[in-house]
């Protein structure tokens, strides 16, 4: 019955918005057709396109696996993007300290994720401590976060020459170093495999991964069975603060090398839908952060190309990713019908 | 009574409601006469609250019909029941705690209009309702600044503010002090006066003898009695309540050495301190219990729900603390910080909750994962802090086979399985394992009599098997068939603990509607 009553308004929600990304499309002067060809080719049939994607695809997986664990616990968290600026800053800020070899590189990364961490808890005592909603107060730890750097790069950490808003780079011996020759794609991959490595087995086979689906699924249950949902919500934001700290060293280290305004522009959000197209799976995550950054490096030759007006891209992008998230909804509950029949069968001779 | 010849107010004949295979109300004849004042009176489940629904509207009746003024109606919905002049006070407070008295009042005044609230007019009204009831009436004092009783007020001038001809009370004494409830019955009196009817549902035997002219007495969703009250004493309502005297003395009288059979009580798990509970609206639940639970014993909790006990397990669950008193409870104590769910269940206490869909299992999961909730410390099905699911699927598989689960296997989402076999889930999974003090909580509430069998054979071996469990029962068979000793909650106060032994079902009867002791 949801099957059927979820499917319908879903697929309205993709004709709907289909027609109006073509009408906006026609509106602008642009072929609608040769538009879809132009992302498509971008993002599928060229080096860059393909190579750019896996780029974007490193701090996409690792934050999108941070909103996995936070929304399996019904944690929602929309501060990514202040607590990745958090965790930039404090690795950024102890990198002088840090010795120039691969312990100083796991350091950096390490801060990052502590630094994310910090961000991520204040939500996270905010929630299990005074019971303030976690999704306002991430919210606005992202305008502090954002305010914060704007400061540290104009004040204390600017660079020596004082001229742009930005911080000196980092020690060359803390990058990340490239793993393709004639790429930039940097060690951040294997950062990323291994926190899905990681990530998975702690939520498919391990205890806090156990508790944290519980919660999600039914806190008066977990109270009864000693789960405290308050703490859980706090190590919830806690631990998905530090993957998006950790995305932002990695970012940092891997391809700026210093602290600078809007270095990653709304990944927070961005993992978001990562993350609820992978239906929280965090297998499937990197499958569905190479996807978006398909698309992002699709529209961003668009965008290059001036074929459409700029703001149209960002029309496209979030219709495109509202496409995704209703056919998502539309194919689970499409086989609703299906996976209902047993269980009525089974309460009729219970 | 009403006056022969006379048609009464508001008839039901022959009024029959099921729910799946329960019959809640059983061919139920009842007649309500203007100005009368009817007591209903029933145990849990006795059907008192099926027909309270059945008159307000919100659902019909399956056979037979409700009369009003002699005509057959068929209300379409609450709104029709309010049309013809019936108001219902329910047991639970329909206010919102930050809306003022007025507002709330408001709230159910639909007919004020789309537009704006006449606050005046409607604050005049319900000034003339409240002062017609003698109340003093504050139309912009906050509903959370009120106690219960006062908040009961602004529920009954609520109710009245429509043309009511009959007025029914839920459980309306349940919550309130002595000096509140003498101060209710005078409203109602009052209200009797005006040739208003009222339907006083209660368990409270002193309820019946202070305000009703008139008891109807229910038993498994049946009339059993309907008498008026001047010819009824405390043992005929005690003995309609709970069954016939016969039918009692033969059911004892059938085992009655292997019915109590002496156990050999070991050492104090759980020791119960003066302890007084409150609900978060500040009334007691319970005040001053001292209780000792036993290593291999098994300590009834009885009483009509709503009475403490619900409170009182979830304070040796760890999920609340007392507000007075103390609790010792195999090596923790309630006012240390440790006295929590999981420290408890660490030390050995399983819990078997009241409300299993709600708190006892995850519906998306599996059988397996639900195995997991009260079992995540167990040691063997994780390793190197990773689960062992082939593992866990087995250890659940040989429980669904002990317990005979209705189930295709541990891989099973729990929501597929039917409320019975979940309930054994639960069951199961509370008593594996090694715990010492059991929390088992109406642990045959809903079950087909072979899993009832099966059940009270599980907790008599578990507690022959040295484990303390305290049973919260409202059902005096089982009690009387499976308990050592009983407790019994009644509007604050406790009777017991006594061995189940030396009590009879009437003495265990009136201690749940409130009474002393009865000479038999």
């Known amino acids: ?350 | 009574m009403t006056e022969t010849g006379s048609v009464p107010l508001v008839a039901l004949r022959g009024v029959t409601k099921r729910f799946g295979d329960v019959v809640a109300n059983r061919a139920v004849d009842l007649e309500i006469g203007r100005g009368e004042v009817i007591a209903l009176v029933g145990e849990n489940g006795a059907g008192k609250s099926t027909i309270v629904n059945m008159l307000s509207g919100v659902f019909p009746p399956d056979e037979g019909t409700i009369e009003i003024d002699g005509a057959a109606t068929g209300f379409t919905g609450p709104a029709a029941s309010v049309e013809a002049g019936i108001g219902v006070v329910h047991q639970h407070y329909m206010l919102v705690p930050t809306l003022t008295a007025l507002d709330n009042i408001a709230l159910q005044a639909s007919e004020l209009g789309l537009w704006k609230i006449d606050r005046r007019a409607l604050g005049d009204r319900a000034g003339a309702v409240a002062e017609a009831l003698g109340f003093r009436f504050d139309r912009d004092q906050r509903i959370d600044s009120l106690d219960v009783a006062h908040q009961q007020r602004i529920e009954i001038i609520k109710a009245l503010i429509h043309e009511v001809r009959l007025l029914v009370l839920d459980e309306p004494t349940a919550v309130l002090g002595a000096d509140d409830k003498a101060r209710l019955f005078d409203t109602i009196s009052g209200l009797k006066r005006q040739g208003v009817s009222v339907v006083l549902i209660t368990h409270k035997l002193e309820d019946i003898f202070a305000v009703a002219d008139r008891a109807v007495i229910l038993r498994n969703g049946a009339v059993a009695a309907d008498l008026p009250v001047k010819d009824l004493s405390p043992e005929t309502i005690v003995t309609h309540m709970v069954g016939s005297d016969a039918e009692a003395r033969s059911e004892l009288e059938i085992q009655p050495e292997t019915v109590h059979p002496e156990h050999p009580v070991g050492e104090a798990v759980c020791r119960v301190r003066d302890v007084t509970l409150r609900r978060p609206n500040g009334s007691v639940a319970v005040s001053g219990l001292s209780l000792d639970l036993h290593a291999g014993e098994i300590v009834a909790v009885a009483g009509v729900d709503g009475n403490g006990q619900s409170e009182f397990v979830h304070c040796l669950a760890g999920l609340q603390r007392p507000d007075e008193g103390e609790i010792d409870c195999l090596g923790l104590n309630s006012r240390a910080r440790t006295w929590s769910p999981a420290r408890l269940r660490r030390a050995g206490v399983s819990h078997i909750p009241e409300d299993r869909r709600h708190s006892g299992i995850v519906a998306e999961m599996t059988l397996a994962k639900n195995y997991l909730l009260s079992h995540l410390d167990r040691p063997d099905v994780f390793r190197l802090g990773l689960l062992r699911n082939h593992h866990l699927g087995q250890v659940v598989d040989g429980l669904l086979n002990a317990f005979k689960v209705r189930a295709p296997g541990s891989g099973a989402l729990m929501k597929t399985l039917s409320g019975g076999n979940q309930q054994k889930i639960v069951l199961a999974r509370e008593l594996d394992g090694d715990p010492k003090l059991i929390l088992a909580t109406h642990p045959s509430r809903g079950l087909d009599l072979n899993t009832i069998a099966f059940v009270h054979k599980t907790l008599e071996q578990t507690r022959d098997a040295g484990k303390a469990i305290l049973l919260l029962s409202s059902d005096i068979d089982e009690i009387l068939k499976i308990a050592d000793r009983i407790i019994v909650f009644a509007g604050g106060r406790t009777f017991g603990p006594a061995p189940c032994r030396d009590l009879t079902r009437q003495t265990i009867g009136a201690w749940i509607a409130g009474h002393e002791d009865i000479e038999a």
């Open chain 1, 1 to 350: 019955m949801t099957g059927t009553a979820l499917r319908m308004p879903a697929l309205l929600v993709i004709g709907f918005l289909v027609a109006m990304v073509i009408a906006a499309i026609l509106l602008a002067g642009a072929d609608p057709a040769s538009v879809a060809y132009g992302i498509i080719e971008r993002a599928l049939f060229t080096r860059a396109g393909l190579l750019e994607a896996l780029l974007r695809a490193i701090p996409l997986t690792i934050m999108g696996l941070g909103i996995a664990i936070a929304f399996k616990a019904r944690i929602f968290n929309i501060g990514m993007d202040g607590q990745l600026i958090a965790g930039s800053v404090l690795a950024v800020v102890a990198a002088p300290l840090l010795p120039g070899n691969i312990a100083g590189i796991v350091f950096f990364l390490a801060l990052g994720f502590l630094g994310g961490a910090v961000w991520g808890g204040i939500a996270g005592v905010i929630k299990a401590r005074f019971g303030g909603n976690e999704i306002i107060a991430t919210i606005m730890l992202n305008y502090v976060a954002v305010q914060l750097l704007s400061w540290l790069v104009r004040g204390p950490l600017q660079e020596k020459m004082k001229i742009i808003p930005r911080s000196d780079a980092i020690d060359q011996a803390l990058r990340l170093p490239v793993l393709f020759d004639g790429t930039r794609i940097h060690a951040g991959l294997i950062v990323a495999i291994l926190a899905v490595a990681i990530v998975a087995l702690v939520m498919l086979r391990g205890r806090f991964g156990y508790r944290l689906a519980v919660v999600g699924a039914n806190d008066h249950a977990a109270r009864y069975a000693g789960i405290s949902p308050a703490w859980m919500a706090a190590a919830v934001l806690i631990l998905s603060g530090a993957l998006a700290g950790l995305a932002g060293a990695v970012e940092v280290a891997g391809l700026y090398g210093r602290l600078q305004e809007g270095f990653a522009p709304g990944f927070g959000i961005a993992a978001i839908a990562v993350a609820l197209v992978a239906r929280l799976n965090p297998l499937l995550v990197p499958v569905s952060a190479f996807g978006f950054s398909l698309l992002y490096s699709g529209l961003g030759a668009l965008a290059r190309n001036g074929v459409v007006p700029f703001p149209l891209i960002n029309i496209l992008e979030g219709a495109i990713i509202l496409v995704f998230l209703a056919a998502t909804v539309a194919l689970r509950h499409g086989g609703g019908q299906t996976r209902e029949a047993p269980e009525s069968g089974a309460r009729a001779d219970g």
